[in-house]
Nanobody, 126 residues
Framework: QLQLVESGGGLVQPGGSLTLSCAASGSTLDYYGIGWFRQAPGKEREGVSCISSSGSSTNYADSVKGRFTISRDNAKNTFFLQMNSLKPEDTGVYYC???????????????????WGQGTRVTVSS
């Protein structure tokens, strides 16, 4: 059974940076689409970024474009979300997700992902 474990969340000041990691166990990620979702207090869950299983498609939510970068290291069965120029509105619980042969549509939230991590909290505050 594939399991995902996030790490790297925490408290950071506005303008700061954090890197979230998602380590997979139970299966290699070679044929999986990967992504990150987040949920802010009182708001709906939002797709933040994804990469398709083929690697041909990468997308970001408009709210994070130019500030966040998704990447993967298949050799380590891990993927990442580098977050720069963080804003208070980036606060929330971040979840890593994967889907076998998954795509990465422009509207990330419509892509179904079967596997979810437990979430890691990011708080951007002075």
């Amino acid at each position: 059974q594939l399991q995902l474990v996030e790490s790297g969340g925490g408290l950071v000041q506005p303008g700061g940076s954090l890197t979230l990691s998602c380590a997979a166990s139970g299966s290699t990620l070679d044929y999986y689409g990967i992504g990150w979702f987040r949920q802010a207090p009182g708001k709906e869950r939002e797709g933040v970024s994804c990469i398709s299983s083929s690697g041909s498609s990468t997308n970001y939510a408009d709210s994070v474009k130019g500030r966040f970068t998704i990447s993967r290291d298949n050799a380590k069965n891990t993927f990442f979300l580098q977050m720069n120029s963080l804003k208070p509105e980036d606060t929330g619980v971040y979840y890593c997700v994967v889907e076998y042969l998954g795509g990465c549509p422009r509207r990330i939230s419509i892509q179904p992902f079967d596997y979810w991590g437990q979430g890691t909290r990011v708080t951007v505050s002075s």
